[in-house]
Nanobody, 118 residues
Framework: VQLQASGGGLVQAGGSLRLSCAASGRTFGSYNMGWFRQAPGKEREFVARISWSGGGAFHADSVKGRFTISRDNAMNTMYLQMNSLKPEDTAVYYC????????????WGRGTQVTVSS
């Protein structure tokens, strides 16, 4: 499966963005998906995950209540709705896919930059 994240940009603190992850190749609906981010000088961190069916959504504590992961298998697309953005959310955001829950993420898309100004 090939993945491409989009939707990043520059936004003021308190604003919103919606990221998309478009998939092509093998059946998107077979994959469990996740969002990760990496800020300058920091390690990549987990943001959210969702199962192949759209259930089992789970968000990191740092974004819980502000971000929402979702997917539309008919559109081969996953989303990350980001509200109440903070400067510390500034990072490159990546989407990733894995076939089995608990396994490593095997497929990664190119990231999209999110910059939140104070």
């Amino acid at each position: 499966v090939q993945l491409q994240a989009s939707g990043g940009g520059l936004v003021q603190a308190g604003g919103s963005l919606r990221l998309s992850c478009a998939a092509s190749g093998r059946t998107f609906g077979s994959y469990n998906m996740g969002w990760f981010r990496q800020a300058p000088g920091k390690e990549r961190e987990f943001v959210a995950r969702i199962s192949w069916s759209g259930g089992g959504a789970f968000h990191a504590d740092s974004v819980k209540g502000r971000f929402t992961i979702s997917r539309d298998n008919a559109m081969n697309t996953m989303y990350l709705q980001m509200n109440s953005l903070k400067p510390e959310d500034t990072a490159v955001y990546y989407c990733a896919a894995r076939l089995w829950f608990g396994s490593d993420y095997n497929y990664w898309g190119r990231g999209t930059q999110v910059t939140v100004s104070s």
